[in-house]
């Protein structure tokens, strides 16, 4: 009997580790996730080789996603925002729905969306407690053809920088949520108020490494538009307010150029009766330009 010379090409070491432990998933069935792991040993291995890690450094990286982990429930999702602050978020955002400088850009949903926003008439208020606002809108596609009917969705923080769902019974149910109807020209039109920057969650461990790492937790003013109509991509996005503090330096990296706006102020008794606000009020209008998919 000879001893045939055995391949340990598969035993660690740490100068070839990322190709190693990348070559372990070969045998993978779906080549994506392949792809998808090799990658993601490769990285994680030059993070590693690259910051020279220690042994403690890793058991607290550990300890933190432990904890990140423990904070999501069926409201709240940790994780979620830590892909958030980290950029993550708005970087598979941005790649996913790249400009094409035709369509509306859109930024992250964000975790106080409700699946079930109430369904208002065009023109009605969605809220009360801040400075009245009228935000008028016209969706079109990319020739610039009206989307008749399409749902315009939209929600926001109060004057005080929280969403209903963080304060219970403080403010009414769906206070500045509304699902509206564009009518046959595309136009729609709500009234509310100026929307104000305000703080992401700060009470787990995201916040815990935004204070450990000096950064502030704001997100500039906004007004959440979720724009959908059949065979159209739906289009996630917000409306900032030019006047807000944080447009550069906003939380979650959502800000983009082209979705800043003007909220002007309006002194006019006449247009301020005519769409049911007092005098003085503010007014925005964004128009909302999404693309014709076929088979949507
Ligand atoms: C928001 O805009 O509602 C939001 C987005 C990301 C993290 C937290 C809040
Ligand atoms: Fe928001």
Redesign the pocket.
Do not use: C, K, Q, T
């Given at each position: 009997m000879t001893d045939r010379p055995r391949d340990l090409s598969g035993i660690f070491e740490a100068e070839r580790s990322a190709e190693i432990v990348a070559a372990s998933f070969d045998g993978a069935p779906d080549p994506r996730l392949r792809e998808i792991l090799a990658s993601l040993v490769r990285h994680a291995h030059a993070f590693v080789k690259e910051v020279g890690l220690t042994g403690e450094e890793w058991a607290e990286g550990i300890r933190f996603l432990t904890a990140t982990g423990r904070r999501c429930d069926a409201t709240r999702q940790e994780f979620?925002?830590l892909s958030?602050?980290l950029g993550v978020?708005m970087l598979v955002e941005s790649l996913n729905n790249p400009a094409d400088g035709r369509c509306t850009e859109s930024t992250?949903?964000?975790?106080?969306?409700l699946v079930d926003s109430p369904e208002r008439e065009l023109g009605d208020a969605i809220g009360e407690g801040g400075e009245p606002c009228l935000v008028t809108g016209r969706v079109t596609d990319t020739s610039g053809a009206p989307v008749a009917g399409a749902r315009v969705d939209v929600?926001q923080?109060d004057a005080d920088g929280f969403?209903d769902v963080q304060r219970p019974g403080e403010v009414p149910d769906r206070n500045l949520r509304g699902l509206f109807t564009a009518d046959g020209d595309g136009e729609f039109r709500f009234r509310t108020v100026v929307p104000r920057h305000y703080p992401?969650?700060t009470d787990g461990p995201v916040g815990a490494l935004l204070r450990a790492t000096g950064r502030h937790a704001n997100?500039a003013a906004?007004i959440?538009l979720q724009v959908s109509a059949p065979g159209v991509r739906t289009l996630t996005t917000?409306l900032f307010a030019d006047d807000s503090p944080y447009l550069d330096s906003d939380?979650?990296f959502?800000v983009k150029a082209s979705l800043i706006r003007t909220f002007a102020r309006v002194d006019d008794p006449g247009r301020a009766a005519e769409y049911g606000l007092p005098n003085p009020f503010r007014h925005v209008d964004f128009p909302v330009t999404v693309r014709r998919e076929p088979g949507m």
């Open positions: 979620i925002l958030d602050v978020s992250v949903e964000g975790p106080f969306h929600w923080a969403y992401i969650p997100r906004h959440h917000h939380a979650v959502g």
